[in-house]
Nanobody, 130 residues
């Protein structure tokens, strides 16, 4: 059974940092796309960042570039999201999701934003106070 478990959320002051973890199980960690998403109250879910086992990483939003960094530790079946210079606008529930194995589209284009995710974690709350 494929499972994703997020952790690392919490309450932080503006300007602070958090590192979120997404631990995957039930699938091999050598052919995947894992994405981070977030959803704030009353807003639609938005993509944050994604990483592919073959092609590397990308960040979805201009407001996150330079502040959020995605990385992976395949030996630990874990993908991380390092978030720096947090603002109250970053307050949301953060989710990770996986496409496994990588689809032909992702493998062919190298663009992990084209992934169609199969499984989602339960989410971790991030709250940034002003």
């Amino acid at each position: 059974e494929v499972q994703l478990v997020e952790s690392g959320g919490g309450l932080v002051q503006a300007g602070g940092s958090l590192r979120l973890s997404c631990v995957g199980s039930g699938f091999t960690f050598d052919d995947y796309v894992i994405g981070w998403f977030r959803q704030a109250p009353g807003k639609e879910r938005e993509g944050v960042s994604c990483i592919s086992s073959g092609e590397g990483s990308t960040t979805s939003s201009d407001s996150m570039k330079g502040r959020f960094t995605i990385s992976s530790d395949n030996a630990e079946n874990t993908v991380y999201l390092q978030m720096n210079s947090l603002t109250p606008e970053d307050t949301a529930v953060y989710y990770c999701a996986v496409e496994r194995p990588r689809s032909i589209v992702v493998a062919g284009t190298g663009d992990c934003k084209l992934a169609e995710y199969d499984y989602w974690g339960q989410g971790t709350q991030v709250t940034v106070s002003s």
